[in-house]
């Protein structure tokens, strides 16, 4: 049997190296993985910015051959890991593109560097969240109340807030194409680049948010949970660094995340995103020492509720980072009991992504992702779509049928 | 003249590559034959563009390579230069017609997406090559793939009604019909299938369909020897009874599955997986006449699904077998009649241990169609090649042929030939270069396969 070094995150280039041809040497050229990678069609169906093309490159790259253009194929990989679950050889292209995009942040290759991901990790470290806002990632939790003591914490790891942000300053980069490659530099040179950040937001998709975030505190209040929120003090995990490649200045960061929490007496952590959720299940426990907490998604906590029934065909778009990263499979039987359910056409492990990851960077692309996404949605004929992830979330709201799971069962709790 | 820029004209910039890193990924398909890097890559997207794009090729003289999901393990979809002309744009489902039996498809929808298509239908397109995920309906066309469902409804031949085909010098025209039957000459359909990418390109197909078989039971039956399984399919022939599967597998491929859910007895040399939708009562009295030393009746739908997942996935399983990722499982397709099955892997055994190298064999007994996986690290693929030759050999002096459904492609040219000789019908080889230069003249379409 064929012995593999499956991890990502290895510190020197050799180390990449190893890791890479570990994983890409295996690949039998197939073309599985190259079927189902929704990358190909969004990007007019050139097969270099798909799976198998992308282990073609990587292989180009372990041969020596830097100087290509790496970053468009590697950047533009979902991180889905469709292809995986299709390779007859247990290759993982979406590992591959995270190695190679270490590579690149590393600088092991030459002027690819991404200036948008320098930035954002420069202010990750500085104000412990990718746009230096502190207060109004807070803004949602006005008025509730929360215990004292911080051995069990709702941790919002500032996904479904920074949604809000995160739309505007893609569409802000939609307009002024390359020229962020001059602006970046700038604003993380800023003393706080807040101030800028903070006017640029969504207001609906604001609202949304925080309105989720109120579900889901109300609905683990309603299950007895009992839970404490660090406020201003929560960190954000560093999820963008490590999805751009920035491991080493990851690992350090989230070892500080975790410190934090050792501070604070945290033993146990309520995830409200499959992000966040992935992130700290799969890399903290791998790159960081003393990563001892019990963490969870929030749904799990939910089983002693009970919501009445709705006679509504529903359908539900599976997160790949809880259907495929973490094996995540409860919100399935639960929504299955209180309405009529029926799954798109792909569905459970072969869910289909929603284009979400690379909305900053290649939003054309992205944008045909979350429409074919959209499209399978609605030929369930489901009156109401929901998903439990506030990236597919924003990136299926494409209509009023839309829903996060939250408001879903908070509508229907009893 | 620039080629590229030509072709931007027809299809629009953005749909002609000619950068190196976009490119790279066309030079190879799932065999381990790798080809030269072609000029450009074109993706067009409807049959008038492929149209103009031939005939641009055809009056410039530059060799076109069609490819459709590249799974070809033969080398028959790597270009040698020339232009490449990615089929990935025709993914639609066009029609589908459950009161005349057919569907219209384009040529680079998946195989296995058209399945599940026609699943809420309660119908199948029959040919279901382990590949079906990423094979589409062009390439499986051209290579006239097989699969598990074979034993009863035959392989892509026996499904094809009509094609839309842009000829070599870019002339649209449409071969058959939606009729289930046709009596008009020359069958220009089935001529089509198999070719390769070497008469046409494909851009639609008219594909018969069959309702979804109902199940009855699967059978496992293990036996201590070769000599004994390979009776069962001639004494099944013998009373009239065709099951809907017919595969084996060897102690090798059954060892590669094991430990994924089929255990098999200390002793047990061969696995035969049955599985039938009628008359089930007598096709075990049958097997059971084979004196098989174990035997598994299955009934449960969903272990029967299991059951036939672990064999579709055999493949990638014997992958998991490599003893180093350098070492590759090179996957040979011969065929023989049924009633010479057991013979043929004999002999297959014995040369593969004076060569020395381990195989693994599995196949589609139900129509004599075996696979001989070879593991061959990078310095065995001068005794990977011997193998081959003669395994192909072994099959045609069983009555049997070098290839069953994979195709010639640049792997077994050789072979094919000799094949040929050995039965004296050297004629076929002119036939065939007669009917080529029919098609295409100035040889542009994929230039160095199959009979050249
Ligand atoms: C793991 C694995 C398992 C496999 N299992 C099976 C199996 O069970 N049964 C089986 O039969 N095969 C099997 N194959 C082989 C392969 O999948 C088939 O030959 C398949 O039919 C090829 O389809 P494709 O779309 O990938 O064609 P390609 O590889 O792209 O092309 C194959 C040939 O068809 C030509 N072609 C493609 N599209 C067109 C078009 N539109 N018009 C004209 N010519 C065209 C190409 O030029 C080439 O000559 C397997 C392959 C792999 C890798
Ligand atoms: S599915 Fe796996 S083996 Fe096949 S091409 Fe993709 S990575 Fe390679
Ligand atoms: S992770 Fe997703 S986007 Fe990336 S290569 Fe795999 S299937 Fe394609």
Redesign the pocket.
């Known amino acids: 049997m064929i012995q593999r070094i499956y991890s990502t995150g290895e510190s020197s280039l050799n180390e990449v190296i190893r890791a890479l041809s570990s994983e890409a040497s295996n690949c ?5 993985c190259e079927a189902v990678c929704p990358t190909i069609p969004a990007f007019d169906y050139k097969t270099s910015m798909g799976a198998r093309g992308r282990i073609n490159l990587a292989k180009e790259f372990l041969s020596g051959n830097h100087s290509l253009n790496f970053r468009d194929p590697f950047e533009s990989c979902l991180d889905c890991y469709a292809c995986f679950q299709v390779c ?1 050889a247990h290759v993982n292209s979406g590992v591959v593109s995270e190695l190679m995009k270490q590579a690149i942040a590393e600088g092991q290759i030459e002027n690819q560097k991404h200036q948008v991901a320098e930035m954002i990790t420069k202010i990750v470290f500085k104000y412990k969240d990718p746009l230096g806002l502190k207060k109004e990632l807070t803004e949602w939790s006005k008025g509730l109340e929360f215990e004292n003591s911080y051995e069990t914490i709702l941790y919002t790891g500032h996904m479904h807030q920074l949604m809000a942000y995160n739309k505007k300053l893609s569409e802000m980069l939609k307009s002024i194409g390359e020229l962020y490659r001059f602006l970046a530099p700038l604003l993380s040179s800023l003393g706080n680049p807040s101030f800028i950040f903070s006017k640029f937001y969504d207001k609906k998709i604001k609202e949304r948010s925080e309105s989720q975030l109120k579900n889901i505190y109300f609905l683990l209040k309603k299950a007895g949970v009992k839970f404490s929120y660090l406020g201003v003090e929560e960190p954000y995990p560093g999820t963008l660094m490590i999805d751009m490649g920035y491991v080493n200045e990851f690992k350090q960061y989230a070892q500080w995340v975790t410190d934090l929490f050792h501070k604070k007496g945290v033993k146990n952590i309520i995830t409200v995103d499959p992000h966040t959720y992935d992130v700290l299940l799969n890399k903290y426990t791998k790159y960081v020492k003393g990563f001892d907490f019990n963490v969870t998604f929030y749904l799990d906590h939910l089983s002693t509720l009970k919501f009445s029934r709705l006679d509504k065909i529903v359908t539900y778009h599976e997160p790949c980072h809880l259907v495929r990263h973490t094996d995540h499979n409860v919100p399935k039987g639960f929504i299955e009991s209180i309405t009529n359910l029926i799954l798109p056409i792909h569905n459970g492990k072969n869910t289909y992504c929603c284009g979400g990851p690379i909305e900053a960077f290649y939003p054309k692309a992205s944008e045909k992702i979350s429409d074919k996404r959209f499209k399978e949605l609605k030929q369930t004929k489901a009156e109401i779509i929901i998903t439990s992830c506030p990236i597919c979330f924003v990136n299926l709201y494409k209509d009023e049928s839309v829903m996060d799971i939250s408001e879903l069962l908070a509508n229907l709790v009893t | 003249m620039n080629i590229a820029n030509e072709l931007a004209n027809i299809v629009g910039k953005k749909y002609v590559l000619t950068k190196y890193e976009e490119i790279v990924p066309y030079v190879k ?3 381990y034959i790798e080809g030269e890097k072609p000029i450009a890559v074109v993706i067009p997207g409807n049959v008038f563009e492929v149209s103009k794009v031939l005939k641009l090729c055809y009056e410039n003289d530059v060799p076109v ?10 080398g ?2 790597v270009p040698e230069g020339g232009i490449v ?1 990615s ?1 990935l744009r ?1 993914d639609k489902i066009l029609e589908v017609n459950i009161k005349d039996r057919y569907v219209i498809a384009e ?2 929808v ?2 296995g997406e058209l399945n599940s298509y026609l699943e809420k239908y309660g119908y199948m397109y029959p ?6 995920i ?15 469902r074979g034993a009863k409804y035959g ?2 031949k026996e499904w094809v009604l009509g094609l839309e ?1 842009v000829l070599p010098d870019g002339t649209i025209t449409q071969f058959g019909e939606k009729t289930l039957k046709r009596s008009e000459g020359y069958d220009l359909t089935a001529l ?1 299938i198999g ?9 639609k197909a008219t594909l018969k369909i069959a309702p979804l078989p109902e199940r009855e039971a699967m059978f496992l039956a293990f036996y201590d020897s070769y000599k004994r399984f390979g009776d069962v399919i001639s004494t099944l022939n013998e009373r009239g009874l065709i099951p809907l599967t017919a595969e084996f597998l060897d102690e090798v491929s059954m060892n590669a599955v094991k430990s994924y859910g089929i255990p098999y007895p200390d002793n047990a040399k061969a696995l035969l997986i049955i599985i039938t939708s009628e008359m089930s009562d007598q096709v075990l009295k049958a097997i059971k006449e084979t004196s098989p030393i174990e035997l598994r009746t299955i009934k449960d739908k969903k272990e029967m699904d299991d059951t036939l997942k672990l064999r ?1 996935g055999l ?2 399983s014997l992958l998991l077998e490599r003893e180093t990722p350098e070492q590759r499982v090179i ?1 040979g ?1 011969i065929v023989v009649p049924p009633s010479k099955i057991s013979e043929t892997i004999e002999e297959i055994y014995n040369a593969a241990k004076s060569i020395g190298l381990k195989i693994a064999v599995f196949g ?1 007994i139900g129509d004599g169609n075996v ?1 001989v996986n070879i593991f061959a690290g990078p310095n065995d693929f001068d005794k990977a090649k011997e193998l081959l030759l003669e395994t192909g050999m072994i099959a045609v002096k069983h009555e049997g042929c070098v290839s ?4 010639i ?1 640049l792997e077994k040219k050789e072979l094919l030939l000799k094949e040929f000789a050995y039965r004296n019908n050297q004629i076929n080889l002119e036939l065939m270069k007669k009917i080529k230069n029919v098609f295409d003249p100035k040889n542009i ?2 230039r160095g ?2 009979i050249e």
């Open positions: 039998i050229n197939c073309g599985f007859p | 398909d799932a065999s390579y069609v490819r459709g999901g590249g799974t070809s393990l033969t028959s979809s002309m089929m025709f040529a680079g998946r195989v040919p279901d090559p382990a590949s079906d990423a094979a589409t309906i062009g390439g499986s066309i051209n290579t006239n793939a097989g699969g598990v392989a892509t085909v089509m070719s390769e990418g070497t008469l046409g390109v494909v851009t579709k493949y990638s996957i397709d589609h696979h069953a459904e994979h195709g492609g379409l994929n396969k199959l």
